[in-house]
């Protein structure tokens, strides 16, 4: 196995709302597509990355995910667990109440409800850059894109627009003037953005958004 010092985070806090009835009963991150879990396709291929600690936060119905993972050992690397409570903390809180678990270098994150074929190299943030984003061609759900890239440089708008794929890697200090609590990741981004602080490239591989049952069941379909 590769060997890559970083630390990476997945997401997996979230209720799956648009993901209902499925998610009632199931934590989305173990809906199955491929014949796998959806969170199983991030830590293997994290794990294949060389990447060895891994944090996973909890909220909805984390119980089962826990369970499911238990410490990481059966894929070969050390997963931890950030519980937020019956209630997540969204994106940025979440991200912020795990930061004593990821430490303070720079880290991948990875939402668990897309699914990608990137291979999350060993990689440094450019200098002053608090943040690394992954954008993919807009998919039909999201035709406005999200952000424009000016060079390495992601901006907030821009004639030509991508979509933010739920991967980046962040440095901690981009939540040093955060107040703990339940709250997004993107104004934070947007502020960086501001102080040209945010990089990016775009990644042409497979992504998929798995936010319905029907893209859940289209992948599925593809991946067999």
Same mark, same amino acid.
């Given at each position: 196995m590769k060997e890559n010092t970083m630390k990476a985070m997945i997401l997996a806090a979230g209720r799956g709302?648009?993901?209902?009835?499925?998610?009632?009963?199931?934590?989305?991150?173990?809906?199955?597509?491929?014949?796998?879990?959806? =969170?199983?396709?991030? /830590?293997?291929? *994290? !794990?294949?990355? @060389? =990447?060895?600690?891994? /944090?996973?936060? *909890? !909220?909805?119905? @984390?119980k089962q995910i826990a369970d499911f993972l238990g410490n990481g050992s059966k894929y070969g690397i050390n997963i931890s667990y950030s519980d937020e409570g019956p209630e997540a903390l969204e994106t940025g809180g979440g991200i912020q109440h795990a930061l004593p678990l990821l430490?303070?270098?720079?880290?991948?994150?990875?939402?668990?409800?897309?699914?990608?074929?990137?291979?999350y190299p060993e990689r440094m943030l450019a200098p002053g850059a608090v943040g690394h984003l992954l954008l993919v061609p807009n998919p039909g759900h999201n035709p406005a894109g999200d952000f424009g890239l000016v060079g390495e440089r992601v901006v907030p708008t821009a004639p030509e627009t991508w979509t933010y794929s739920g991967i980046a890697l962040l440095d901690p200090q981009l939540f040093v003037a955060s107040t703990p609590g339940k709250f997004p990741l993107a104004p934070l981004l947007v502020d960086a953005m501001?102080?040209?602080?945010?990089?990016?490239?775009?990644?042409?591989?497979?992504?998929?958004?798995?936010?319905?049952?029907?893209?859940?069941?289209?992948?599925?379909?593809?991946?067999e």
């Open positions: 709302e648009r993901m209902r009835p499925l998610t009632d009963a199931t934590p989305k991150p173990l809906l199955e597509v491929g014949g796998s879990t959806l =969170i199983e396709h991030h /830590v293997r291929a *994290l !794990a294949g990355a @060389g =990447i060895h600690e891994l /944090v996973i936060n *909890l !909220a909805w119905r @984390g430490g303070s270098d720079a880290f991948w994150l990875v939402n668990g409800d897309v699914y990608c074929e990137f291979d501001a102080r040209e602080a945010i990089t990016g490239e775009i990644y042409r591989g497979r992504w998929v958004d798995v936010g319905t049952p029907e893209r859940l069941y289209a992948l599925d379909r593809e991946l």
